[in-house]
């Protein structure tokens, strides 16, 4: 087949599978006078194996548009699709479970249970899934072992750094293989060294040829660390640049949906 | 989930305490009053259990309670008696008296004189039908001796005040110390020896018998009432009565002397059913024939119980407090648990954001409370019944009887604490808006 236009302009674009495909998604809060338009209309495509930044002034509706993402939200128009999951199509119900088993979270504030080590933390998404307890925290403690925490993986949140907190939401995001992970502001609470390797860990351990990354961050740092980065504003995508900093196609309409 | 939900609620462990503890506190009060009040109904009958040995009961038809005593015409025990179907029927005099003794205060020193109302009880002469249960020290038999009484054992507080007799549990050694405190081995060893030399041939002991000293007579003490001389032969076990009065036992004939002349004293008829008859048919029949009520034991018992929980303030005192208890439990429960939940809200929402449905959280947060009410329930009903054995004993004042309703009562109300304390929570965790997670 010949190349497509897309193709021409984007040659790395025929190596990648779209992973995440967001169609003209609109999203407002409140009522009447007080409404709110969150969402005016976001297309962006997403590739697998690859870690799509979203960048943005606060208030832009970067949270909003990964909530709706996620299935956390409802879009009021528009659709998202998963590697050809239609989230938007979901009922409520549907897209908890959805979420169970192929999202994954890594947030700012880490949000790890204080009660539980950090083995139970990680092993949280399997049990949810239903996983053995014993089996899901053996799974735990051989993902933190490759992060790095294996002789920590008795201790609790308060025991640990930040640095190690979200190591351990990096391998509680990871551990039931998830389709997408969405990370918001996963640097945020760390200084400049501890966030380099926190989203080195993202970029070694969660991009796979069937995963997708997208990290909402403030933080220009580490725009180099990803593969595209999308610049939100008052509710749409302005830009969409390449690790280069070169603009580039917000949607790839040459690239084949793929599916599940 | 559900372990993850214990570890959430024991992890914080002061909050923990706090929210077994609000349950803890209104189980313990449920528990602790319910069996108080119990312990209460049960005395105000307790003469009617200790008065045993006969099936019915025969009094007028507008007694209420046991010590609402509406007497007879002693002609009545013989209609009685021509009932069909009794096999015996039996007198008994029920009433209050007034005791006069003096004793010498071991504290003090002094002569001290005591006047109290005591209650009454008249049995068969010949029969003693109706007598106590058992004796701490004494004969039964010693009551066919001219004069003589048996005294309850608890009633000893109320006769000889601040001594402590009550609380000596050797016979011997309340014997010894009965005739110490009454100084009867010298002067009514003189006494008696002058009032009936012929019918009681005095003591072969000295009357310079050191105090304390036994001189093998069966009198213990001596009171006086309504001016005869009572001598007290023995001391019985008898429960406790709702208004503390010391108890005695006499015979029939003998408890119409101490109690000031009447044209009416037969208080009750007990009566024995023969055996093979019925004894709803034979109450029936006296009914009919006599005009009179006639009731079982249980029936009687009932009817005393009915009487204090609708014509006093018992009830509705207890059921106050016992209601207060309920609302502070729940209260102190209902606020540490939704300050827990409002501590734990990101977690529930990280939770949601992973894909914990409604369900499962509901399930959780119940889970949760279902445990602090399980401890709650245990420590409560735990602390109360060490209470009340703490206080157990004839000679205690606290009334104390757990009824395994109470149990049941109690487990109830936990319960509806732990549902209503955990509500709120449920509330905030199902509305909860996953999106929560995201924001800083």
């Known amino acids: 087949m010949p190349p497509t236009p897309a193709e021409i302009e984007f040659p790395q674009a025929r190596q990648k599978r779209l992973a995440v495909r967001i169609s003209d998604v609109q999203k407002k809060f409140g009522k009447g006078e007080q409404t709110v338009m969150a969402l005016r209309g976001v297309s ?34 528009g659709s998202v699709t998963i590697f050809g999951d239609d989230i938007t199509a979901m009922s409520d119900r549907q897209k908890t479970r959805y979420r169970s088993f192929n999202v994954g979270f890594v947030f700012q ?56 907190q979200q190591r351990v939401a990096i391998a509680r995001a990871l551990i039931h293989k998830p389709k997408i992970l969405v990370c918001d502001e996963p640097t945020a609470a760390l200084d400049h060294e501890t966030g380099m390797i926190v989203m080195k860990l993202i970029r070694d351990m969660a ?31 302005d830009a969409v640049l390449d690790s280069s900093g070169h603009p580039i196609p917000a949607t790839f309409a040459a690239l084949e949906p793929a599916g599940p | 989930m559900g372990w993850i939900a214990i570890k959430m609620l024991t992890g914080d462990r002061a909050k923990f305490a706090g929210i077994v503890f609000g349950v803890a506190f209104a189980a313990a009060l449920i528990m602790q009053q319910g069996s108080i009040f119990w312990g209460l109904m049960l005395r105000t009958s307790a003469q009617i259990y200790d008065l045993r040995g006969a099936d019915l009961w025969v009094m007028d038809p507008s007694v209420t309670f046991i010590d609402d005593v509406k007497p007879m015409l002693e002609r009545q025990l013989g209609i009685v008696r021509g009932v069909d179907g009794i096999q015996w029927a039996v007198p008994l ?58 005294v309850d054992r608890v009633g000893l507080r109320k006769l000889f005040p601040r001594q402590g007799l009550n609380m000596i549990e050797s016979p011997e050694a309340l014997r010894s110390a009965l005739s110490q405190v009454s100084g009867r081995n010298r002067a009514a060893v003189a006494m008696k020896a ?65 109690v000031p002349r009447e044209r009416k004293l037969l208080s009750y008829v007990l009566v024995k059913v023969q055996p093979g ?26 009817k005393t119980i009915n009487y204090y929980l609708r014509f006093t303030g018992i009830p509705i005192n207890f059921m106050t407090t016992v209601i207060l208890g309920f609302f502070v439990g729940t209260a102190i429960a209902g606020q540490m648990f939704y300050s827990f939940t409002l501590e734990n809200i990101r977690q529930f929402g990280a939770l ?3 894909g914990v449905g409604n369900l499962r959280i509901i399930g959780m947060v119940l889970l949760q409370a279902g445990l602090v009410g399980f401890l709650g329930y245990g420590l409560g009903v735990g602390g109360a019944t060490l209470f009340g054995m703490a206080n157990r004993g004839a000679n205690s004042e606290l009334a104390f009887y757990t009824h395994w309703y109470l149990l049941v009562l109690d487990a109830t109300a936990i319960a509806v604490i732990c549902v209503l304390a955990s509500l709120l929570s449920i509330l905030k965790v199902v509305l909860l808006e996953p999106a929560i997670v995201f924001r800083g």
């Open chain 1, 109 to 164: 504030q880490y949000n790890l249970l204080p009660a539980l080590t950090a083995a139970e933390n990680a092993a949280v998404p399997l049990i949810v899934q239903g996983v053995p307890r014993r089996k899901a925290i053996r799974e735990a403690t051989d993902l933190l072992g490759q992060l790095g925490l294996g002789k920590r993986v008795h201790a609790r949140p308060s025991q640990l750094s930040g640095g190690q």
């Open chain 2, 194 to 258: 002058k009032a009936s030399p012929a019918v009681d041939p005095p003591p072969t002991v000295a009357p310079t018998l050191p105090e304390g000293a036994d001189d093998g007579s069966p009198v213990l003490f001596e009171m006086e009432m309504n001016e005869r001389r009572a001598e007290v032969v023995g001391i019985c076990n008898a429960t406790r009565t709702f208004q503390s009065n010391a108890i005695l036992y006499t015979t029939f004939s003998r408890a119409k002397e101490f």
């Open chain 2, 93 to 150: 005099y029920k009433g209050m008296a007034r005791a006069k003794l003096s004793f010498n205060d071991k504290v003090t020193g002094k002569r001290v004189d005591v006047i109290e109302q005591v209650i009454l009880i008249g049995l068969d002469d010949y029969s003693f039908v109706g007598e106590p249960a058992s004796m701490f020290t004494g004969d039964i038999e010693d009551l066919r001796r001219p004069h003589s009484v048996v």
């Open chain 2, 277 to 302: 008859q019925s004894v709803e048919e034979v109450a029936a029949r006296i009914k009919s024939q006599t005009g009179l009520a006639a009731i079982t034991t249980d029936q009687f018992v009932e």
């Open chain 1, 44 to 77: 962006w495509d997403i590739a697998a194996q690859e870690v799509a930044m979203l960048v943005g002034p606060s208030g832009c509706g970067k949270t909003t548009l990964i909530s709706v993402v996620a299935g956390i939200l409802d879009a009021d128009q």
């Open chain 2, 352 to 354: 949601k954001a992973m």
């Open chain 1, 207 to 237: 991009v796979a040829a069937d995963r997708a990354v997208i990290v909402v961050t403030h933080d220009n740092r580490i725009f180099s660390m990803g593969d595209r980065v999308a610049h939100m504003d008052d509710g749409h995508i």
